[in-house]
């Protein structure tokens, strides 16, 4: 039949979300597995918690308006979803490019949600549904505030994370132009010094080229923790 009123759009909108956050759910699921940040695990884990009690919501706003909740396929978290699993099969990455990658598959994740909330709560304000508003406005704020916490942590994760992937992986500097080999080693040290990234790559590069003992101030300042995250 085909959807001629605002109701009918409202409902799809509703069924499209409630599928979405069951799907967003498992992908938490998985998620919670592939990060290893303590911080961040801790936050996926309660985002996934939030995400339950979110679907409960969506679950009275149905009933809000008179309607029986039925989740509709979400074509869109289908594909992110699917954007997740495809680079893992195709890239197959390491622990921690996997566990960087996932910072950007949850913020995609995220914003979707807050688009289809500010999307939904618009349609429910003009037809007046005022308990639906304000059911959706509660999810949209945790949706925000879960976009924001990864937005806000994300470089210093990535940081982290840099330390234990491959050398080449965190030598590549773009305020200096590009990728710098040992060759220029003089820079990657300076850089080091800066950050302590570039130190963990030539630790982890003089470790595989068996050169440790001449290692110098940058790996020096290596600290202990970070060879342990390559292993
Ligand atoms: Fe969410």
Redesign the pocket.
Known sequence: MPATQMKELLKHELGDLLYAEQL?LKMLGTLTREVNNPEMKARVEE?AA??EE?IERLKRAFEAIGEKAKAEKCDAAVGLKAEHDSFKKEEKPSKPVLEAFDLGSSLR??HY?IAGYRTAIAIAQVMGENEVVSLLNETLR??EA?ASFIERNAVKALKLLAEQMEPRDVEFTPDEGGSQSKAKGGTAAKSASKSGTAAKSRTTAEKSSGAGKSGGTAAKKAPASRAKAKS
Do not use: A, L, N
């Open positions: 967003i985002h939030e995400t979110q994740v995220e949600e945790e949706e879960m």
